[in-house]
């Protein structure tokens, strides 16, 4: 599959990911955001751990500058006409992804990350946010127990 | 713009690194020993031991998994160490996993309120306004020049390796609010500075734990805890140890030196 470009974001700097499993043969670019290391002041320190990671992902394009536009610019010399990659929560995600679409008319295909435990809807309704118990009492036995069918 | 992805070693890696993010390496230039990257990931998730994590990990010197920068940036998931620890700790990894809960947790309220983590989630327990607390962090905080050796050593430490123990950013976190009177804000975005596992989840939703305003009371000690948990290192170099020392004192004592104006009582015990 020539047309996907996957992008790699700093929520998960895996070799393992979803995007680059499901898509082994794609080219696979990651963007340090100008924008987020001024608004964060982040220090060299973090810059040189989450390269050290990028180092470790085969094959990697590493950027800097403008997430969409540096984006863009990959898929267009690699000829890739869609974006895959995998779930963040920030919300500046959801808006580069939005712009890219609007943009450069590059459809961005999210793909899930495992939970950090599998629930089904009558326990994700009985999750309540206001403080850690309301949340965690619910699922503690389902999150202490191992799931079979990863146990091998 | 395309950055280099071929490097021989480490220094090399730096080097450059200073050159092309000159911005980060004016403001602070110091690179930390702890490696990035999946194979040091799993390294350090072969070596935690669960039961000797769930005695010990109050302590500064504790068995605790160094894992947070990891997880913050996905090089492994939380769903995969829950996995790893589980099996080799069974009912023994119980308190391991529940610290995990925590991250999935504010992550959730985080997929919930997104930018408003950096807004109170609730008022404040301590008496106080919000606008009888300081914007901006003291330079002496953010330089280690306080004169108070635990605090400096917690500054020195974030400055220096990006990280610091859970208990130690909880006593930072007290100090900076509620003995400086600091809003919870200004010290948020200097531990994201810093921090390796910088997460806004965990991390603001922490200091607003720590600030009361997603919490019933304010978190603060007294020198007895600090002590106890750090063997006394910090306390025994201390010139203020019996100058001043802000910290010895009684929980009650230090309600009432902290928090006159609090309705209720916000005691620890
Ligand atoms: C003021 C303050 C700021 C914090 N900022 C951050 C932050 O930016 N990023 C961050 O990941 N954690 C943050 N924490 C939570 C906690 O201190 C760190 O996750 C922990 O100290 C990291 O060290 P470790 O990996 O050795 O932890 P361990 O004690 O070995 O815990 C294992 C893992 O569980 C998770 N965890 C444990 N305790 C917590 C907690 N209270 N909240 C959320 N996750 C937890 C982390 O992913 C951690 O890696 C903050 C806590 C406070 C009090």
Redesign the pocket.
Known sequence: MKDVLIWIHGDCLNPHSPALLAHPDAPRVFVFDEEVLAHYRLSLKRIAFMYECLLEIPRVEIRKGQVVAELAEAAREQGCTRIVTVESIAPRFAQLRAKLQREHNLPVEVLPLEPFAELSQTEQARIELKRFSRYWNPIKAKALALNQSFDW | MKLKTVFNHRDELIAYLRETFPDAAARSPEIADTRGGRKAAEAALAQIKPER?AAT?NHLKGA?????AY??HGVLTLAEARRAVLQRGGVKAEK?VT??A??DY?QRVYAQIGDGIWKDRESLKTGWRPTDYAEKLPDDIAQGTTGLRCMDGFADELRQTG????HA??W??AYVIHWRRVRWQAGAAW??EH?L???PA??NL??Q??ASTFAVKPYYFNRDNLEQFTDGVYCRACQRYRNGCPFEATYDELQTRLFPRASERVSNR
């Open positions: 994590y990990r605790v998994t160094r894992l947070a997880l913050r391991l610290e995990f925590w991250r504010w990280y610091l123990h859970n950013r909880m930072l976190a531990f994201l921090l596992d910088g997460d965990s991390n922490s200091w734990w720590v």
